[in-house]
């Protein structure tokens, strides 16, 4: 049963399921045990039916913009994969790769990017992943950025170079 919450004065309104008043009070409020829910009992004032409901916070929904055009739903787990093929017998632990798409997702997130490109989010994969391995950086790159050839990586090389001096 879908319970309707109406945002009126600051104050969230609940429909009663019984009779659609909008008139209750809170009887009893507890939280769950990973902080994630809150149960609230409460009785309608109108027909003193009582029932219950629960208020959880509703995660934004990150759009893709791909490069062909056609849109998709950010997957963190699309992300984990990428890093976890160019970091294939390198030292990046799982931790990591899921702390850099955790990362990720909450600067898109902070920063109101609810409509982001692919290639924002491979850019800001290449710049963590430069962080914690040189070598899974650049295959990461060759990948996401299409390496035609040789001279790619060579620029690649001296740009990582002129960094570190």
């Known amino acids: 049963m879908f319970i309707t919450v109406y945002l009126t004065k600051?104050?969230?309104?609940?429909?009663?399921p019984q009779c659609g008043s909008l008139q209750d009070k809170v009887i009893d409020s507890r939280q769950s045990k990973d902080g994630t829910v809150i149960r609230r009992r409460?009785?309608?004032?109108e027909c003193g039916h009582r029932f219950t409901t629960y208020e959880?916070?509703?995660?934004?929904?990150?759009?893709v913009k791909k490069k062909n055009g056609s849109t998709e739903p950010f997957y963190k787990e699309k992300i984990v994969r990428g890093i976890k093929?160019?970091?294939?017998?390198?030292?990046v632990s799982e931790k990591q790769m899921n702390d850099i798409a955790d990362e990720i997702e909450r600067f898109l997130i902070d920063e109101g990017k609810l409509v982001?490109?692919?290639?924002?989010?491979g850019d800001l994969v290449q710049k963590r992943l430069k962080k914690i391995d040189v070598i899974s950086y650049i295959r990461f790159k060759s990948v996401y950025n299409q390496f035609q050839d040789l001279k790619d990586f060579e620029e690649t090389l001296k740009e990582i170079e002129k960094k570190e001096k």
């Open 42 to 45: 409460r009785e309608c004032l």
């Open 10 to 16: 600051r104050r969230y309104k609940v429909k009663c």
């Open 85 to 91: 093929l160019a970091s294939k017998n390198r030292p």
């Open 56 to 63: 959880r916070l509703e995660e934004e929904k990150i759009i």
């Open 116 to 121: 982001v490109e692919s290639t924002e989010i």
